[in-house]
Structure formats: C-alpha cells, structure tokens
C-alpha cells in the first residue's frame, strides 16, 4: 500500500476574512487554465477560469490572477465562509489536455 | 440537466478480477475524460475521447487498463486483471470544445483487495 502520500498544503483562514491560494503551472505554452473546488467525496467542481490572454477575472466572491511571466495562478477568495472549506486545484490545460496540480486544502475558522 | 453520472459509485473486488467503470457525459459534450485520484499521485489524467475517439491514452499505466465510448453518452474504463495497486477514486469528466471547463463526476471509489 501507499506510505507516503502527497503533502498537501493548508491554508487556514478566519470566516469572513480574504483567501489567497497560490499555484505554480509548469507549461508555458498552456493557454486556459482553471480553479477546482473539491468538497470530501464528490467529484472537482468548477469555479472559475481565465484564458491566457487576460491576468485578471472576476466572479462572485472570487477572482483569478494569472502572471504568465512567472507562471503563476492566483485564487481569490472574499470573505470566506465555512462552506469554502475544500481542497482547491488549478489547472493548467492545452488543447484540452489537462494538468492538475498538487491542490491546497483551505479550513474555514468560524 | 443532469451532470456527469458515474457507476457504480463504491466498488471492492478481489484482486486478479474484472472491474468496468460507467461514466454518463453530460448531454451535448463532444469530449470525454478519465482520470485517477490517489494520495501518492494526485488527480492524473488517463484517457481522452473526442467524438467518441480516443485521442490520448498516454496516461493509462499499463495494458490491464483499456477504455471505449461506443457512442456519444457511453463510456467504460476496464481494468482486467485488477490489482491493490489500482485501488484509488476514478473520475469521469465531460467537455463541450477547447477553452471550457470540463464537468466531473462524483467519481468511483475501487478498493482492490
């Protein structure tokens, strides 16, 4: 069986404070990239995305930063609720392939 | 509209036996993709189909595993012979072209014993 497993990082934030989830992609030629939410037994849900066209989106309470120099995503969350509590992956995709990465896990505090 | 559905949701089988996995894509996705999620590995994508034509199989780990999408709303991932190694949550997701958000499913959990 599996000994080690993947480190996932946490992020621990205060309810109704801001969330920044960072994230690293790795291909440079990658051109949609997108932000998971993955809730304990079921499947990733989508949030939101951003082509690589842009460096900034904005949705309900969320906003993604893409810095293409440094290859680098960035989920904003405001004003956190517990129902925000969820491992988040990016992803990074070209021509429809897809690549996940490693996911942060954020915990609410009421 | 319904979304991704996947079957069965729970499954624990002998090693050395046949599992088949169903996914349902969402109605109207032209593309359709498997995935694998463990603790050591993360979410790895396994298979894609676009219009029901496998189009990257690079991530399938080995010959147990084959997948099929005899047509736009059905598709199978067989492992045969399964082994404990293969235990982990299988994913199903579904896409409509390039540049969208694909859909998941809620997922298989295999436990190979």
């Known amino acids: 069986g599996e000994s080690v497993g993947l480190h996932l990082p946490t992020l621990s934030v205060q309810e109704g404070d801001n969330s920044i989830i960072n994230c690293a992609y790795s291909?440079?030629?990658?051109?949609?990239f997108i932000w998971y939410k993955q809730e304990s037994g079921k499947g990733p849900q989508f949030i939101i995305d951003?082509?690589?066209?842009?460096d900034k989106r904005q949705g309900q309470r969320v906003t993604v930063l893409l810095n293409k120099t440094v290859k680098h995503l960035s989920l904003q969350i405001a004003a956190t609720q517990p129902g925000d509590s969820a491992v988040y992956f990016c992803a990074e995709t070209l021509w429809q392939k897809v690549t996940f990465g490693t996911g942060t896990k954020l915990q609410v505090i009421p | 509209d319904a979304g991704v559905i996947q079957s069965p949701r729970h499954e624990v089988t002998e090693m050395g036996q046949e599992v088949t996995l169903r996914c349902k894509p969402i109605s109207g996705h032209n593309s359709l993709f498997w995935y694998r999620q463990t603790m050591m590995r993360g979410l790895e994508l396994l298979i894609y189909?676009?219009?029901?034509?496998?189009?990257?199989d690079s991530g399938m780990p080995e010959d147990r595993f084959s997948a099929k999408m005899p047509n736009a709303s059905f598709s199978t991932l067989k492992i045969q012979p399964s082994e404990p190694r293969d235990s982990a949550v299988y994913f199903c997701?579904?896409?409509?072209?390039?540049?969208?958000?694909?859909?998941f499913g809620d997922g298989t959990r295999l436990s190979i014993l």
């Open positions: 291909n440079s030629a990658s051109d949609y």
């Open positions: 997701a579904s896409g409509s072209r390039d540049q969208q958000p694909q859909h």
């Open positions: 951003i082509r690589s066209n842009m």
């Open positions: 189909f676009n219009n029901n034509v496998p189009i990257d």
